[in-house]
């Protein structure tokens, strides 16, 4: 399997924008569910955000209106969109596309 590759990670203030990518070869993302997932020091991976082969989002109560998860098959290539961060968003961001990324970090801090 090809392992997806996220980028876009980085540090921002409280009440800053994101928008991560995730890219991998192959016409994968048209086959697959795109998973967005994170992970803070010291606790367990949590999922933030789906997007079906078919372009059906989901998300959890934590991410509604402010994380938009998006997904260009064309390009190989799904993003997740993060707006109004907060300190508690800080955590190294994954996605999973038939497997797992390497993760990107993202810190939101003043």
């Known amino acids: 399997q090809v392992q997806p590759v996220e980028s876009g990670g980085g540090w921002v203030q409280p009440g800053g924008s994101l928008r991560l990518s995730c890219a991998a070869s192959?016409?994968?993302?048209?086959?697959?569910?795109v998973d967005w997932y994170r992970q803070a020091p010291g606790k367990q991976r949590e999922w933030v955000a789906s997007?079906?082969?078919?372009?059906?989002?989901a998300y959890p109560d934590s991410a509604k209106g402010r994380f938009t998860v998006s997904k260009d098959d064309a390009k190989n290539t799904g993003y997740l969109e993060m707006n109004s961060l907060k300190p508690e968003d800080t955590a190294v961001y994954y996605c999973y596309v038939a497997s797992w990324g390497q993760g990107t970090q993202v810190t939101v801090s003043s």
């Open positions: 997007i079906t082969a078919h372009g059906i989002e």
């Open positions: 192959g016409s994968i993302f048209s086959l697959n569910d």
